[in-house]
């Protein structure tokens, strides 16, 4: 499974990049205008900090001017994957990249059938967003096995990334129902790597091993 960091604060992504265990980058426009920093700057920046993709998201809400902003973000390195909405317009820009050999996101999934025509339409990541489905009532990770066995079912190679992460639970049951991705936000990466069992196994270790007075350098 790919983790990716849901992020645009490139200190923290540089740091979490450092452990190896960052795949990839998701940006949306709120995360853009949290780094209150022109786009193409911080998109070019994360690119240059991580090999794996990058999403970066076109804003128009039309399929002409979602092509030409997406053909720019493009242009910007070869990791950019151009983020689009799941609507209409998102898939028939989303049909065109895919011919240009443009990657895509289609993003703000909400169901299996938005999820059915994304990956007819050729998209390259289809993201369903988990948190936002648990927040309106619905069992968001439900969504994951639905669209893993739709997929599975028509051998459509649009990878499944679950979106909207909140937790390290979310992680898990993403992985266990079969999603290819997650993206996640920088707090609940650094969640992952967390157990209070592992920090209390270790503090006696590193206590009885002081004992011995011994060095293995
Ligand atoms: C990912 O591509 C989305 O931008 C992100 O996961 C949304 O998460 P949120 O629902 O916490 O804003």
């Known amino acids: 499974m790919q983790l990716f960091l849901d ?58 001017g979602m092509l030409a902003e997406g053909r720019k973000l493009a242009a910007v390195a070869p990791n950019v994957v151009v983020k689009v909405p799941l609507t209409r317009e998102g898939l028939v820009a ?19 059938a938005q999820a059915l025509l994304a990956a007819k339409a050729g998209a390259t990541y289809v993201s369903p967003f988990i948190g936002r489905l648990d927040d309106h009532g619905a069992q968001g990770m439900d969504l994951i096995t639905e669209i893993r066995a739709i997929y599975d079912n028509f051998d459509f190679d649009t990878e499944i990334l679950a979106a909207s992460i909140r937790s390290p639970a979310h992680v898990t049951s993403a992985a266990l129902a079969g999603a290819d991705c997650a993206t996640i936000p920088p707090d609940v990466f650094a969640a992952l790597f967390k157990h209070p069992l592992t920090e209390k196994g270790l503090e006696q270790f590193l206590s009885d091993w002081a004992k011995t007075g011994q060095s293995i350098l």
């Open 94 to 112: 989303t049909g065109v990249f895919a011919r240009e050999g443009i990657q895509t996101n289609v993003t703000l999934c909400f169901s299996a």
């Open 7 to 64: 992020t645009t604060d490139t200190a923290v992504l540089k740091d979490l990049a450092a452990t190896g265990l960052v795949d990839g980058v998701t940006t949306n426009p709120s995360l853009i205008a949290k780094s209150g920093r022109p786009m193409l700057e911080v998109i070019a920046e994360i690119c240059g900090l991580v090999e794996g993709p990058v999403s970066a998201e076109a804003v128009a809400t039309d399929a002409a």
